[in-house]
């Protein structure tokens, strides 16, 4: 029996080695990336200029594609489709994970489908006025909406997006109503703002903070947890006492299922990459603060985010089993 129970510890071990053993040698052939939104927007190009500077490490090439469309769910549902060899890794980020599969079925669960690399990005949110809007604070906003209920309207794009929570949040914790004003393109709904056919708009630092720049428009508050580098002298919603922030989060997954020793190797190659010069250029250019996060990390923010985005979903009713 002994001699027996020594064979079968001995081939275990042996096994583990020739597990390591066979992928020795990944990658030892391209990579491909899916980006999940369209070519030219911040998932795009921040994955771009990851993947140029990680296929250095991993020394074979790193070829983006763009599978776009509903909101970012069908390139991540490409992914999790996708053979788990570490071939095939993609943009996973937090709206397809933790909005999308309360109000949609989708073919994919957040929980159980992906194996995440990392988080890299951190978008972030906040309402703005005209640089000539009677609203100098957000104080002064909040007061006029006390006084003339329903009046003040917001522009944003898209139902149940954070932009749109932010204001609801806000609006709950003051007992006020204002009126959304949905539009389908965010220059539009900028547009709106600046001409005048709206109060505010609620938008990402990159759709705003060129006009903020050239003195066309001002931020009243960051509804993130941080404050906006770029508009470093405006406070957070929590700095002025609300109990809320609303960020959403750039990030690279895989299929369930590929193994450890590959996705070590991708893991070490992208937080490397996310240190590199040209890569924080870009980021700096398209407005969204690097914000590491490791798997683990990632994976509770997908947690958290899936059951507080639920509870604002079925709020504004749109949850899937209202539609039923």
Known sequence: MKGKSFLVILVAILSLGLTDFAWADYPDRPITLIANYS?????????RALAKKAEKILGQPIMVVNKVGAAGTIGVAALAASKADGYMIGVTTYGPLTMSPHMVDLPYNPFKDFEYIMGYGRYMYGPCV?????????????????????KVKFSHVGLATPNHFGMVYLAKAEGIKWEPVIFKETPAAVAACLGGHVDLVSQNPGDVVSYIKAGRL???????????????????????????????????????????????????????????????????????????????????LVETGYKENEAMILELGLHKSQKK
Request: proline share 7%; hydrophobic share 40%.
């Open 218 to 300: 001002r931020l009243l508050v960051s509804f993130s947890d941080i404050r906006w580098e770029w508009v470093p002298d405006v406070p957070t919603a929590r700095e002025l006492g609300y109990k809320f922030d609303v960020t959403s989060w750039l990030a690279l997954g895989a299929p369930r299922g590929v193994p450890k020793p590959i996705m070590d190797k991708l893991r070490d190659a992208f937080k490397k990459a996310i240190d590199d010069p040209e890569f924080l250029e870009v980021m700096k250019r398209i407005y969204i603060p690097v914000a590491y996060r490791s798997a683990e990390e990632y994976q509770k």
């Open 130 to 150: 005209r640089s000539d809007s009677q609203f100098n604070t957000l104080k002064d906003l909040i007061q006029y909406a006390k006084d003339n209920p329903g």
């Open 39 to 47: 070519a030219g927007g911040g998932a795009d190009l921040s994955s």
